[in-house]
């Protein structure tokens, strides 16, 4: 969930375009930081174990099924989850092994229930665990959140009850997005399984 954040774009998961939109954002946003100076990685924050709150692990699952630039490190995946637990330590591993990181940090959060299906790109860092309200460590120097129920009232229970397909369809245009903006900052292609 964004905390004094400002959204730099938002789409929703029923805009057609969403992909292609929230790509050209991305590609803007990481261009504008020097990425080819910087090793990207691509945090995916959540667990297997909440519907609601799979959306990082399942865009870092499609991620790995890619195969991407050796510039690129994904961590969070449905095997391997980075959350609340693990989050500080995966965090510290990053900083002590990759050579000047920039993290694009990805999240499931809650909000308005008009703004449920919302894709937000924000220029700064994610905040794991707000939405629960959980005090975890900020991450990410650009981050994208979606926005998979209303917040407000047993947000433990609302997540374990959101829609899987909501869910599913942000993961794959969050995915598609990078994938896209990846393809076109690096040059490469890549292999689909």
Known sequence: MPINNDIYFSTNVNNINSSYLLSIKLIDLILENDIYSKNLVIL????DRSTGDCLGPLVGYKLNKLSLNKKVDIYGTLNNPVHAKNLDENINFIYNTIKNPFILAIDASLGKSENIGNINLI????????GVNKKLQPVGDISITGIVNSSGFMEYIVLQNTRLSIVMKMAEIITTSIYMSLKQIYNYKVAID
């Open 44 to 47: 995916c924050i959540g667990t």
């Open 123 to 130: 220029k700064g860092p994610v905040y794991p665990g707000a």
